[in-house]
Every structure is written in C-alpha cells, then in structure tokens.
C-alpha cells in the first residue's frame, strides 16, 4: 500500500491530524494495535483551550461539540477552604476553554473518519517503522493475520507513552526526561450534578481534590492518593466523605453524591523526549510528552503538536517547500516546556508532598510546603499574579511557521 502520511496511533491525536490532513487533500492511514471500543473506554481530560477548539472546527467536527460543550470563564483555586476565583475571561482579554470530555471528541472524531471512509486498521500487530532517516520510509504490520507494508512520505507516532514510535529514534540521538511524583490521582466519575458550575481546585491539608464536570448531569472528581493505594481500597462512600473533607465546606454541603460509573487510580509524572523529530519520523503528544494532570494540559499540547505538523505537511504538499519540515521539533518543544513547567508548578503548589524530598530539591518537607502555600498566596493576592494563572490556563497562541 502506499499513502502521503502514515499516522501510528488512532487516539484523539492521530484522529485529529488524519481529519485536518484529509481536509487539506493529503492521504493518510491510520494504524492502531488496538479498536475504537478499546480507546473509548480510556475517561481522560475535558478541558479544551480555545486552540484544540479551533482545531476541531477547522477539521469539520464539531457539530456535537458546539451543542453540548460548556464554555467556562473562569475556574477556582480553594486554599484551606479559601475560594478565589480566576477570571480567564477578563484576564486574558476574552480567552476561555470549554469543558467537553476527551472520550466525546475521540468518538466524533471516529465516526467522522467512518462516515469519510479513511483507510484505518484497528487491532494491528507490530506496527514497525523503517528507513525513517531516508526519502522513503514505510511501516510493516500485521492485520487480521495478513502482513502488510505501507509505504510513504511521512510518518506520524502518535502511539502514546508505550508505543513503537519513539523507541525507533536511536537512544544516543534521544533524551528522556522524567520526574516521577509520588502520588496518585483517584478518579471519580458520577451521573450527579457538579457541585459547582466551574472547576474548583482545592488545597488541603489532607491532600489536593478537583471537582470537574464532563456535563450538567455527569460530574468528575479527583482525589491526591498514594501510589500505594488501590482501587479496591475506595469505596464509593470512602471517596464521598473524603473528598467533602478537602473541598470548601460550602460546596461540600451541598454536593449530591450517587453510585460510581467509573473509578481509577493513576501515577502522575511529567516527561518530555528531545527530539520530536528523527528523519521523517515525528512524534505527536504522550509518545513524545507527558505533563501531570493538574494544569489540564495533555490533550491540549497534544493539540498543539497536530497543529503544527499539519501546518508543515500543508507547506510541503502545497507549496513543495520541504525546507520547513525542520521546524517541527524546535516548535513543538517550545511549547511542550512552557506547558510542562505550568503544569509541574501547579502540581508542586497544590499537592502534599508530605515526607517526599525531591519535591523541593531535597529542601526540608515542612519548609517546601510553606514556601508553596506563599507562593500560592502571592499569585492568588496579586491581580499581575492571577492573570499570569489565567493566561497560562488558556493556552499560549500557536506557533506559525517561519
């Protein structure tokens, strides 16, 4: 077989890029080792910047997006039960994010490449790329016992933290980053109402908690747990009484609580790989890069990695100017630290780090945290300190081409 743009990964990413690619006359396959079923049942963030929105819409997708997302203005950082509000809206000078769950934008994305009937193969075994480094690469697969090679220009990994992709760049040519933290995030999913209409993220001293939403019906929370902990371990009551002891108590009064629809546990680490590129080989979000929830950055960096790409292969395909494909890495980088360090930062200042050393280079616990609850106090005090919150939040603007 022989296509433009080989994509490595059908997540919300390389669903994504495929849609914009198509969109732009550039033919591409997708390969997955797994089905959309499998990728389906993956709950993961809801917290679109106004970039990934924009993305959606330019891929022609966001039909149910725009019905049933929830444009948020703002969100709330709670200290103790102290609650102060970040207005995204006015900080930014009208920038917002919208709240509509990953799962959601992966299934429109998948029936959107369905309905276009894109060449996708689910369930594929040892996806291997070759000659990455020469002007023609391909990848070999083996589908529904049948072995395949796909050949093309390009190649896009977007397979996640496990995949083949970044392991074919040579580990002397990559660097690997990674702080590993040493604590977990207990994920709650309830068909209840949200206890409040913006997120609210809370500092305790029993441990940080979000209350998200994915709806005006469904609500998502978080608990800060050790890694030692097991799912087993959380009753749905446990979870409920816990959580209301790390809210504010005006919230928690009034939360309604109901059955768990879905419950997990999951290590938080921040990871970044230099280079995003080797040859014509690009690696595209958690295959390349990893950020801690906190700062509801994931997909959205990902995002930021589709919007580049798909602005070289634009270039390269209708303009016949190959010479921009270096770019890719320096770009994505550049944004990928920005958001690496937002989302460390408020994941330091937030978290309890209890006994843990390394959260503060090795400062003693007790002073970390009191130099994190100042820092904390300062931005939340200062309106300079909350619109650099806000701004941050909301994403930096897209990176053009030179």
């Known amino acids: 077989m022989t296509t433009q743009v080989a994509i490595i990964g059908s997540g919300p990413s390389g669903l994504l890029l495929g849609q914009l690619l198509h969109k732009h006359g550039i033919d591409n396959v997708i390969i997955d080792r797994v089905d959309g079923d499998y990728i389906l049942g993956r709950i993961r963030a809801g917290i679109l910047e106004q970039g990934f929105v924009d993305l959606v819409r330019e891929a022609g997708v966001a039909e149910r997006m725009d019905a ?5 203005e703002g969100f709330e950082l709670s200290m103790n039960g102290e609650r102060t509000r970040i207005d995204l809206k006015g900080l930014t000078g009208g920038d917002t994010v919208m709240c509509y769950g990953q799962v959601e934008i992966t299934r429109d994305l998948i029936e959107a490449r369905q309905a276009l ?4 193969y689910y369930n594929a075994s040892d996806a291997t790329p070759h000659d990455v480094k020469s002007d023609a690469p391909y990848v070999t697969f083996v589908h529904k ?3 395949y090679r796909l050949d093309c220009d390009y190649i896009a990994g977007c397979d996640g933290f496990h995949g083949v992709s970044r392991q074919t760049i040579p580990a002397e040519v990559r660097t690997e980053h990674e702080r590993v933290y040493p604590f977990g995030w207990l994920g709650f999913m309830a068909d209840v109402p949200p206890c409040n209409h913006e997120l609210i993220y809370a500092m305790s001293d029993r441990g940080f908690a979000l209350a998200s939403q994915r709806s005006a019906t469904r609500s998502r929370y978080y608990l800060q747990v050790p890694l030692t902990d097991n799912i087993d371990d959380w009753s749905d009551e446990r979870f409920w009484t816990e959580i209301k002891k790390r809210l504010p108590a005006d919230i928690a009064a009034n939360m309604e609580t109901g059955p768990s629809i879905e419950k997990s546990i999951a290590p938080l680490r921040s990871f970044v790989c230099e ?8 690696l ?8 801690p929830p906190t700062g509801a950055k994931g997909l959205n960096l990902a995002a930021s990695d589709v919007a580049t790409l798909c602005k070289i292969m634009v270039r390269v395909y209708k303009e016949g100017d190959k010479s921009c494909i270096t770019q890719y890495s320096d770009i994505a980088l550049r944004r990928v630290w920005n958001g690496e360090r937002f989302s460390w930062w408020m994941t330091s200042m937030m978290h309890d780090f209890g006994d ?5 280079n090795n400062m003693e616990p007790l002073m970390y945290k009191r130099f994190m609850e100042s820092e904390l106090n300062y931005y939340l005090g200062s309106d300079n300190g909350r619109k650099v919150i806000a701004e941050q939040y909301v ?3 897209y990176e053009d081409l030179k």
């Open 284 to 291: 595209v979000g958690d295959a390349a890069h990893i950020v």
């Open 117 to 120: 009937d894109l060449p996708t």
């Open 68 to 72: 049933e997302g929830h444009i948020h």
């Open 395 to 397: 994403g930096l603007p």
């Open 275 to 282: 280079p995003m590129q080797y040859g014509n080989l690009f």
């Open 356 to 360: 843990d050393l390394s959260g503060g």
């Open 145 to 147: 016992g049948e072995e």
